[in-house]
């Protein structure tokens, strides 16, 4: 899970505080894999990628999570450290349609690459195959490796007392579903049955299972893995600011007891050194100065256009009907191509900077006031299509609302367009940052369909005709925001799906 990061910079700390016998006594007691890594930095001087990952394995916990063999990454985040000081963490979402590279396994049997969900590479080939899936993602090297299991996470939450959460009221209706039994469910985001999550809203003390259950909940959460990303992220904010602000490093009985904990809990690769941990923890003091940009790759629910089977976005693997979220090359060429990497299928050369909405194209000239726009809503986040049209209303678009989209699972925003339509649908996509843009030659005209990764609505910067606009320009006095909902629109809020630079709080703050 997320929360390792702290612990990773507490180790350190006290290695510096301790001298050599610190250093061996966490090197002695860590988790070591042979993933065949580079020894050392691969990716060029002053740079490096860690691999940071949260499993499912229910490993020593006697059943407790379910009996479920194996494991998967519930939590895998890309940390790149570049050379000028600052850090890009990126989010890969446990359900995305990637292609997983061929591998031999243990018995020396070779697979064949294929198109699966992101979490099952490491469930079938191993870290080893999670790093490879990785590499050929975003054509970054991954130079180190750190892991985590659930029962690692539990025991160092418990190690400093628990730490306190801050739950948003929902106006969301409850999840209904069908669990893997097919037992008929109900989940809201402060009670989940599947989680074991309770509590809330507002801030509350969770110990370690509570804890596990809050980072780990997906069902009953308005805005699904998107919330869940972003409960993750408060709680390494509020986990860092009660180690490094309470009495656990000056307590010689405590640190003891963190330390033991936290390096029992961690699995490295062979080549990654508590002098390369250091490094990390050094970057990581950036969470309470805003030097570390905290991003998601965005994803959508596929549409039948794309393969899906039903109006729900599953479509069949492996036999059966799943629940899938595809992304587009090029939102992800966006956020790795300033980073060194590459994006196999992008169309585009990512210029445009990390986390950067889609520019106008060269020559587009379309204003607002030119521009006739459907609205859907694509996400559970009620009332969210009136008000967003409500915003580009103000703006000056021409904007119409249709209701709810076929499917109320998609995560980024997505401007489709008909043919002849694709400066006015640029320009909407300039006024709705963090949103991709797509053409269909069965649309007539532009349709934005809204994904629980809303945020707000800006000014678009239209190009003069020889240049292409702002690509994800700043709010502008006035803009519209998630928050300006009208009364009976849902509380929003939802955390973006591409993020600029961040830092978690002093005091929690609330998540759904």
Excluded at 195 to 204: A, D, L, Y
Excluded at 269 to 285: F, M, N, Q, S, V
Excluded at 411 to 435: D, F, M
């Amino acid at each position: 899970m997320l929360a390792f990061l702290s612990f990773v910079s507490c180790c350190v700390l006290l290695v510096t505080v301790g001298g050599w016998a610190a250093y061996s006594f966490i090197n002695g007691k860590v988790n070591r894999i042979d993933l065949g890594l580079s020894d050392g930095s691969s990716s060029g001087v002053g740079v490096a990628n860690y691999l940071l990952v949260g499993t499912d394995s229910r490993a020593g916990t006697g059943g407790e999570y379910g009996d479920v063999e194996g494991q998967r990454s519930d939590t895998t985040i890309l940390a790149h450290l570049s050379k000028d000081g600052t850090t890009t963490m990126i989010s890969f979402p446990r359900d995305m349609y990637v292609t997983i590279p061929e591998y031999t396994d243990t018995n020396g049997k070779r697979h064949a690459s294929t198109k699966d969900k992101f979490n099952a590479a490491i469930s079938s080939g191993g870290p080893s195959l999670l790093v490879k899936t990785i590499e050929s993602l975003t054509g970054m090297q991954v130079d180190h490796y750190i892991s985590m299991d659930l029962q690692g996470f539990k025991k160092i939450t418990d190690a400093i007392g628990g730490v306190e959460v801050c739950i948003k009221p929902s106006n969301a209706p409850p999840q209904r579903f069908q669990d893997d039994n097919g037992r008929w469910r109900v989940s809201t985001n402060t009670n989940d049955p599947m989680s074991g999550f309770h509590g809330g809203p507002g801030t509350i003390q969770v110990d370690g299972d509570q804890a596990l259950a809050f980072v780990r909940q997906r069902h009953g959460l308005p805005a699904g893995d998107t919330d869940r990303i972003s409960r993750q992220q408060q709680f390494i904010g509020a986990m860092f600011h009660k180690i490094m602000n309470g009495d656990t490093l000056t307590n010689p009985i405590k640190a003891e007891r963190l330390v033991s904990t936290a390096a029992g809990a961690l699995t490295l690769d062979e080549h990654t050194t508590i002098a390369d941990l250091r490094g990390l923890a050094t970057r990581i003091k950036g969470l309470t100065s805003g030097g570390i940009r905290m991003q998601t790759v965005p994803t959508h629910a596929p549409t039948r256009a794309e393969g899906a089977v039903d109006d729900m976005g599953d479509i069949r693997l492996h036999g059966t009907r799943a629940s899938v979220q595809f992304y587009r090359p090029d939102d992800l060429l966006r956020i790795v191509n300033p980073l060194g990497g590459r994006v196999e299928g992008a169309t585009t050369s990512g210029d445009a900077g990390a986390g950067a909405g889609p520019s106008l194209a060269p020559g587009a000239t379309a204003a607002p006031s030119q521009v006739r726009v459907t609205v859907y809503n694509g996400s559970s986040r009620s009332g969210l299509a009136s008000q967003v049209t409500a915003a580009l209303t103000r703006k000056g678009f021409h904007a119409r609302n249709a209701g709810n989209a076929s499917a109320l699972t998609h995560v980024t925003s997505r401007v489709i367009y008909g043919p002849g339509q694709e400066a006015e649908a640029r320009t909407v996509a300039a006024a709705v940052p963090g949103s991709s843009v797509l053409a269909d030659s069965s649309v007539t005209g532009v349709q934005l369909v809204l994904g629980s990764g809303f945020t707000e609505v800006v000014t678009p910067a239209v190009s003069s005709g020889t240049g292409t606009s702002s690509a994800n320009p700043a709010p502008a006095a006035g803009g519209t925001t998630a928050g300006d909902a009208t009364a009976g629109d849902a509380t929003a809020g939802a955390t973006p799906a591409v993020q600029g630079p961040t830092a978690p709080p002093e005091a929690p703050t609330c998540t759904y």
